[in-house]
């Protein structure tokens, strides 16, 4: 009972927080490492939007879960990889990774298949680091065109994971600017440590996970 209040009382104050800063900035509750038993609570007090970055987790955590909570939303956040893209869909409502083009044919024709259109974010390697997969601001232009022309994506905006440097505020501020720029309505971007700096930058999906609960093993 504790555990519930505590995982529910985090949630209040970031969505609280969030609020106090004129956003409606949707929280993803990032629940990797977490396990189904401090996932419900949160779903009970009628949170629907939760992060994992691992397919296999996810599989054995989520169906069972949406089956019985038909307007939870899942968020894909780690590394797709092409084999996995099977797996994903439909499982995913949103994919917050999409960072090359075999990725993006692979979805393409996996979601034709099954005729389930996942909204998917562009991953954009906002720091130029090699380190680092994500899309080249240089080549954002023309990868967008091929995803929606060609594809057939349902592309609704962008993402960033920005460098572990001190320049957090440039990073989010050229993200925002693309954003406008490509005329998109949706960012993804802030963590537990920065997500309120991230929504000042009109951040409009915040994916937060030890601030809500606690640290991973």
């Given at each position: 009972?504790?555990?519930e209040?505590?995982?529910?009382n985090?949630?209040n104050?970031?969505?609280?927080?969030?609020?106090?800063?004129?956003s409606?900035?949707?929280?993803?509750a990032?629940?990797?490492?977490f396990?189904?038993?401090?996932?419900?609570?949160?779903?009970?007090?009628?949170?629907?939007?939760?992060g994992e970055?691992?397919?296999?987790e996810?599989l054995?955590?989520?169906?069972?879960m949406?089956?019985e909570?038909?307007n939870?939303?899942?968020?894909?956040?780690?590394?797709?990889?092409?084999?996995?893209?099977?797996?994903?869909?439909?499982?995913?409502?949103?994919i917050?990774s999409?960072?090359?083009?075999k990725?993006?044919?692979?979805i393409?024709?996996?979601?034709?298949?099954?005729?389930f259109y996942?909204?998917?974010?562009?991953?954009?390697?906002?720091?130029?680091?090699?380190q680092?997969?994500?899309?080249?601001?240089?080549d954002l232009?023309?990868?967008?065109k091929?995803?929606?022309?060609?594809?057939?994506?349902?592309?609704?905006?962008?993402m960033c994971?920005?460098?572990?440097?001190?320049?957090t505020?440039?990073y989010f501020?050229?993200?925002k600017k693309l954003?406008?720029d490509f005329?998109?309505?949706?960012?993804?971007?802030g963590m537990?440590?920065?997500?309120?700096?991230?929504?000042?930058?009109e951040s409009?999906?915040?994916?937060?996970?030890?601030?809500?609960?606690?640290?991973?093993s």
């Amino acid at each position: 009972m504790f555990m519930e209040h505590s995982l529910i009382n985090n949630l209040n104050l970031i969505k609280n927080e969030v609020e106090l800063n004129n956003s409606d900035a949707e929280i993803i509750a990032v629940s990797k490492t977490f396990s189904v038993s401090k996932i419900k609570p949160l779903i009970n007090h009628g949170h629907l939007h939760f992060g994992e970055n691992k397919i296999q987790e996810a599989l054995e955590k989520w169906p069972e879960m949406k089956k019985e909570n038909k307007n939870v939303k899942l968020h894909f956040v780690g590394k797709l990889q092409t084999n996995k893209v099977k797996y994903a869909l439909p499982l995913f409502d949103y994919i917050h990774s999409l960072d090359n083009l075999k990725l993006a044919e692979k979805i393409s024709a996996f979601q034709k298949k099954i005729s389930f259109y996942p909204k998917i974010f562009i991953q954009i390697n906002i720091g130029n680091e090699n380190q680092k997969s994500g899309i080249d601001i240089n080549d954002l232009g023309d990868f967008l065109k091929i995803c929606r022309s060609t594809l057939d994506l349902n592309i609704i905006g962008l993402m960033c994971i920005p460098p572990n440097d001190d320049n957090t505020e440039k990073y989010f501020a050229l993200m925002k600017k693309l954003k406008n720029d490509f005329n998109f309505t949706d960012l993804s971007m802030g963590m537990s440590a920065d997500y309120l700096l991230a929504i000042n930058y009109e951040s409009t999906f915040i994916r937060v996970g030890s601030k809500i609960f606690g640290a991973r093993s």
